[in-house]
């Protein structure tokens, strides 16, 4: 007999809420329910998920008590107490896991570290975009070389950077060789760190080791070692000093989800899932989509997240992603790291602040100058360092007019002396560009311009009170 229309409405409305409940029921693979964007095509399917299964089986990199210290210190930014640096390689190569090449990168960092720690007197959390940072969205899926169509490079964890047709094809062999190529980078981390070798008496080792004598003949930086000098030698404690704070986190963009899912395990210790792979996954500008699989995944993991603003983003799409995300509106969960441009900043972050803070949403506030002031000259992509002092100026400017706290800067920096960046102490011009030009896809610092904005943003901010 069929049912009478009332009860077909009835179960109607059952199924539907219960639909809703599925749907909103969070699990380590329920992103594959969501819209996902900037996927490589994987061409052997079978092989993946053989991939895939055996990652999961592998030892994690990183561990659930070192991502809640983590969050326990981003309780500080809002505070005023402590600032994020972020800095690393646009894009990993495996190359890049060599040990002096990861050492010259802890000399940058931690000389960035020292010179904004000892001028605002504020604790820096160190995070490298390193142990992990191998995969790139892309603007195009397919590129012409030579006249032949072949796929885009978007990482060493997906294809090779060799330009031909057989090396762009997506390889899941090469998650596996992420994954080792990771725990190798991320272990001799740990040990220089762990040994002591961030201990700020160590300045002379990372001076001498410097390959910018033009940054260390600068007067604000012989100032600054000789007031540090002086400090060591009257042994006087330094206000929240390096020494004090042995650790630097990983982060990457968390693009591949089959392999974030991998790694996203649950904690022995106090439950819930926390992804394994890194300490700060991020979301990009491309993959930020409110209702996609990307803010579906980050949603459920005990991780903090960064999630990339770009000037285009859409308002109410914003908010209804940082609600999806930061459901509990706790004060160290999302990380905003606006990415606008130096001449659009301004007035694309004021009126965002302003929205959100009129929700009384707790977010931190970060951000990246890098990827809004990207420009092509003779077929490379350059920044300019002027144009990325800006932003940071402007964001820092925004960010204190409307009594929020600027919470860090995001940057994509080597250690190595390159010619992608025009401007800063280096005096690089265009005329330079191809001197040294060998990143994979962005442009980044060099070790000079690096160290430099850490001076800059340092007298930005200026002191606590």
Known sequence: MPLKKPCQKKFKQIKIGWNKVMKDIWTPSSWKKFPIKQQPNWPDKKHLKKVI???????????????????????????????????????????????????????????MALVLN?????????????????????????????????????????????PTYKARIPNPDRLLEAYFHSAATLNLIRA????GYNDITNLK??????????????????????????????????????????????????????YEEAFTRVDTTFGGYYDTSTHLPWIGNRTRQFDGAHVEFARGIGNPIGVKVGADYNMDDLIMLI??????????????????????????????????????????????????????????KVRSFDNIVSEIKSFIEVCKDENVIPGGIHLEITAENVSECIGGINGLTLSNINDNYVTKVDPRLNAAQALEIAFIVSETLGPIN
């Not at 220089?192 to 040994?195: E, H, K, L, R």
């Open 53 to 111: 299964s055996r990652l999961s089986k592998l030892p994690s990199l990183v561990f659930s008590g070192e991502t809640r210290k983590l969050r326990q210190l981003f309780k500080g930014v809002n505070e005023g107490n402590n600032f994020i640096l972020q800095v690393g390689n646009c894009a990993e190569s495996f190359s890049d896991c060599h040990g002096p090449k990861i050492h010259n990168f802890l000399r940058i960092i931690l000389q």
């Open 118 to 162: 000892y001028k605002t007197n504020k604790q820096i959390i160190k995070i490298g975009r390193i142990g992990g940072q191998y995969a790139k969205p892309r603007s195009s899926n397919f590129e012409y070389i030579n006249g032949e169509k072949i796929q885009s490079y978007r990482g060493d964890i997906i294809n090779s950077y060799s």
């Open 192 to 195: 220089f760190t762990q040994g």
């Open 205 to 258: 080792d990372w001076k001498e080791h410097f390959f910018s004598k033009r940054i260390s003949k600068l007067p604000y930086y012989i100032k600054l070692e000789k007031e540090i000098t002086s400090a060591l030698e009257n042994k006087e404690i330094l206000s929240n000093s390096t020494s004090g704070d042995n650790q630097i986190f990983i982060s990457h963009e968390g693009l591949l989800l089959e």
């Open 323 to 380: 609600k999806k995300i930061n459901s509990k509106n706790e004060d160290n969960k999302l990380i905003l790291i606006s990415r606008m441009g130096y001449d659009k900043i301004k007035e694309k972050l004021k009126p965002l602040i302003q929205v959100i803070k009129s929700k009384k949403l707790n977010v931190i506030w970060v951000c990246d100058p890098m990827h809004g002031n990207t420009f092509a000259y003779n077929n490379y």
